[in-house]
């Protein structure tokens, strides 16, 4: 009765109603307010307080015991003769080659900015098509999530074998490759970090071949590497690429690749078996920055990601273009053109075909996973993943049209099964 009073006299008297309305916190502002924080407590080194960059003084810098710290204080804890150091927070020892760049924080520093964005709503759809057939054929259960810190450190790159219903993922671990049964159990891994030849020191991508082969993009020594399942070094290419960082296979078992320096896409087609390279091809020029790659295992039909040059203060935009099999641009769209449709701006960070030929897509700063249409009806938008990610990295998948996800925030793979 009390609380019927307050409120009818609240509504009887505008005066009061309008005072505590104008101390309602701004939603805008409370928004910038965590952003703020964010960037205090994530983005800003806990030894020298100084702010996290990706200029090399202040890189952020993962230790192995999994805390972070900036490059400039690895080298000012490390002893001068042996280059060890001690954890600052929990006191493990390691050398300052062991440690590696923190690839989330880099990211998160990439994207972001002082704006906010507007959350996705999960029931927003926008686009020409006919959404409800998207949406019945694109629904999906969260199944299973497995990895984590120490089992996957920092990992870049996942695919799928669909010969044997395995799981490859490219990390920084000691191990760089890690082959994982559909139920989360590890059952193969190789790839040592080194300067031998088959060594592997800085993978940022992963495909697997028709015929089981893994395939490995080497940032360390700007190579392209091929390994049977068992990892046995099969081939290595260096002298075609400025950059190699994204590729995927093509129904013909040639390997589609991107070369961001290059601003190129490159046919690799090869003999994976025996090991012998038959030719390089470079396939498209003149793109900006492209990274992810992905093919359609059906129509043949390419799409990359272009991580658009950022200008101002605003934070960096990407670009989604489709090519044909042949090559020939299908469609393109970018942040802010997707922007005009939808209430929050997206920054695209992987990409895939599902079964159907639709184009996927995941947005590491809305932390969601996103459907573009098929190319014919590009761009189709409709979110299919809105909750339980952390900073999506790659995509794929399996035979029956799972969806597995690549969450390099906490280290994990997470399957989503069609329903």
């Known amino acids: 009765m009390a609380a019927s009073h307050r409120q009818h006299s609240i509504i009887n008297n505008p005066l009061k109603a309008a005072t505590m309305s104008a101390r309602a916190p701004d939603r805008m502002q409370i928004m910038t307010e965590l952003v ?21 003084k202040h890189r952020p810098r993962n ?42 924080l880099l990211h998160l520093i990439e994207i972001l900015s002082p704006a906010t964005n507007i959350p996705l709503a999960s029931g927003t759809t926008t686009g020409t098509g006919d959404e409800a057939a998207v949406s019945a054929s694109l629904g999906l259960t969260f199944n299973l999530s497995f990895g984590g810190w120490e089992t996957l450190i920092n990992p870049t790159g996942i695919a799928m074998c669909r010969g044997s219903d395995c799981v490859v993922v490219a990390h920084d671990g000691k191990k760089r490759i890690k082959l994982f049964g559909l139920s989360g159990s590890c059952i193969q891994q190789f790839g040592e970090r080194g ?15 028709l015929d089981g082969h893994v395939v490995v993009t080497d940032s360390g020594d700007r190579s392209v590497k091929v390994f049977d399942f068992n990892g046995r070094g099969k081939l290595i290419i260096r002298e075609s690429f400025c950059l190699p960082w994204g590729l995927d296979t093509t129904p013909e078992n040639e390997i589609i690749l991107s070369d961001p320096e290059a601003g190129a896409l490159s046919r690799l087609t090869a003999n994976f078996k025996k090991g012998e390279l038959k030719k390089v091809q470079k396939i498209q020029s003149n793109l900006c920055n492209p990274r992810e790659v992905a093919v359609s295992q059906t129509s043949g039909i390419i799409a990359v990601i272009e991580h658009l040059i950022a200008k101002g203060p605003n934070y960096s935009s990407t670009r989604v273009k489709i090519f044909s099999a042949d090559m020939k641009l299908i469609g393109q769209m970018d942040s802010f053109g997707l922007n005009l449709v939808f209430p929050s701006k997206i920054y695209a960070t992987a990409l895939a075909f599902d079964r159907e030929g639709h184009i996927i897509v995941a947005d590491a700063y809305n932390q969601v996973v996103l459907c573009l249409g098929k190319p014919e009806e590009f761009p189709v938008l409709r979110p299919i993943i809105t909750q339980g990610l ?22 994990s793979i997470k399957v989503y099964t069609a329903s």
């Open 63 to 104: 230790l192995p015991c999994g805390h972070v710290i900036c490059l400039e204080c690895v080298f000012s804890l490390a002893h001068p003769r042996n280059f060890r150091l001690e954890c600052p927070f929990c006191r493990r020892a390691c050398k300052s080659s062991e440690t590696s760049d923190c690839l989330p």
């Open 36 to 56: 703020n924080e964010t960037e205090v407590s994530l983005l800003e080194c806990k030894v020298c307080f100084e702010k996290y960059s990706q200029k090399k």
């Open 390 to 411: 952390s900073y999506p990295v790659a995509l794929t998948y399996t035979a029956n049209n799972s969806l597995i996800v690549l969450d390099s925030g906490d280290h």
């Open 195 to 209: 300067d031998a030849g088959n060594d592997i020191k800085y993978p940022l991508d992963v495909t697997v071949t």
